[in-house]
Structure formats: C-alpha cells, structure tokens
C-alpha cells in the first residue's frame, strides 16, 4: 500500500481519483494546488505525489523540483492535458517517475502506480547492506535519462497526432514545434508515413 497525495484543480477529477485508488488499497490525500501540496508533505510523509501540471499558485513541474529538494524519497507521477514535448522532457531531467498525459485510461494510472508500489516494496526488501549509508533510491524507470526522454517526446509526438485526426500542421502547433521540427522527429523516431511524406513546409 503506497501513502498518496493526489493534486489537482479539478475537483470531481480529484476525487473520483482519489476513490479509485483507495479501492486499490492505497491510502490518498487531496491537495487542490501546488501550495496545499506542499503543506500536506510538510505535515506527514508520503510515499507518492500525484500532480496536474497545471494548477493554480504554484505548478506541478515547480511542485516537483520542490519535492525532489525537500522531500527526495517522494516520488512524483505528473499527468496533464497539455501534451507538451518541452514539459515531459523537464519532468524527466528533474526524476519524476512517470508523466500521464489526460485523457488518459484510468488503468494506465493504477498500473503505474501498482509499478512503483513493486519498486518501492523490492528495496524495502533489500538487505541493509546493499545499501551505502547516504545511496541515494533510485527513482523512476531503469533506462538512462536520455532514453527515457526519448520515449516520452516519441509517445508525445504520436498522442499529439492522434488527437489531431493526423493532422500534422495543428499537431506541430500543438507540440510548439515548426512542421519542419515535427517533420525530422517523425523521420528519426522512424514514424514517416506516406500521408506525411511530402517536403516539409
């Protein structure tokens, strides 16, 4: 069972969140933006902050640099409606252990939050010894952080243009990248297709 803070500004999506993780097993506190968050982690430990990125007061990726200074043995799960490739790679580079982008499937946050309950229950489990007196816990998935960028930019990028009808331009403006930027992600990442495969504007 994992102790958890869930913040968002959204009040029916913050507690029918919050409920369904309680059914999981897990004990939750709500928070409504990030200051209220940072309070509730002064007050009690947690074990996992779950954050909008956007909310009012102070933002999620701000709240996550805040939890990784003060509070390192708290991981952070970021979700948000702005599928934003430059929000993702921060979150990233800052360890949050995962990021979500709305609307998403409820299973893919419990399957996510079940992953790092595993984690967190495999180095409890670790004899003392395997552990240096100040070894940092590793937090997030194991690849590399470059990797993990990568992956987040690539699952962006496609989500981005889904949601778009493949419409390639709306999706760049989206992305806040040029067509030409998105042109030369899709040919690296190997998603060229023959719809997209014109000159770039």
């Not at 059914?23 to 430990?45: K, T």
């Not at 100040?134 to 889904?162: N, W």
């Not at 992305?175 to 992600?185: A, C, F, M, V």
Request: net charge neutral.
């Amino acid at each position: 069972m994992l102790k958890i803070l869930l913040v968002d500004d959204e009040p029916d999506l913050r507690v029918s969140l919050g409920d369904v993780l309680r059914e999981e097993g897990h004990a939750v506190d709500l928070a409504s933006d990030g200051e209220a968050a940072m309070a509730c982690l002064a007050a009690q430990p947690f074990h996992l902050v779950i954050s909008d990125v956007r909310l009012p007061k102070l933002d999620g990726l701000t709240l996550l640099r805040r939890i990784r200074r003060d509070f390192p043995t708290t991981e952070v799960l970021l979700m948000t409606a702005y599928g934003s490739i430059g929000d993702a790679v921060t979150a990233m580079k800052d360890n949050a252990v995962d990021y979500l982008t709305k609307p998403f499937d409820i299973s893919a946050l419990v399957t996510a939050v079940e992953q790092i309950d595993g984690r967190r229950r495999a180095r409890e489990e670790r004899p003392s010894a395997d552990l240096a007196p100040h070894d940092p816990i590793q937090v997030g998935p194991s690849p590399s952080l470059s990797d993990a960028m990568q992956r987040y930019e690539k699952e962006l990028i496609l989500s981005t243009i889904r949601s778009t009808g493949e419409k390639r331009q709306r999706a760049a403006k989206l992305l806040g990248i040029s067509r030409k930027s998105l042109w030369k992600k899709l040919t690296k990442y190997g998603l060229q297709t023959r719809r997209a495969g014109s000159a770039p504007e």
